[in-house]
């Protein structure tokens, strides 16, 4: 079984930065793909990143391509995404997703 817990959101004005983490646990992280999701208010849960297990391969929603960028770090059993240039429409609850785990969220929330 694994947990994952995010970190790293908060609220920021358009166009600022924000570094979120998913820290595992319960079992090592590093032979699965990792994905980042996001859910706005009264929108459906959709894909925003995915990285493959050793990093060679990232993947990214069109919406945020060349402003989001998904890294890890499997000795730390972690997993990252920076999140440049924000815009209003990125405020949503950001997830960590391992197989079939779930992390609780982190709230991020882009003022304009």
């Known amino acids: 079984q694994v947990q994952l817990v995010e970190s790293g959101g908060g609220l920021v004005q358009a166009g600022g930065s924000l570094r979120l983490s998913c820290l595992a646990s319960g079992r090592s992280i590093n032979t699965y793909a990792m994905r980042w999701f996001r859910q706005a208010p009264g929108k459906e849960r959709e894909f925003v990143a995915g990285?493959?297990?050793?990093?060679?391969?990232?993947s990214y929603a069109d919406s945020v391509k060349g402003r989001f960028t998904i890294s890890r770090d499997n000795a730390k059993n972690t997993v990252y995404l920076q999140i440049n240039s924000l815009k209003p429409e990125d405020t949503a609850v950001y997830y960590c997703?391992?197989?079939?785990?779930w992390g609780q969220g982190t709230q991020v929330t882009v003022s304009s």
């Open positions: 990285i493959s297990w050793n990093g060679a391969s990232t």
């Open positions: 997703q391992c197989q079939n785990y």
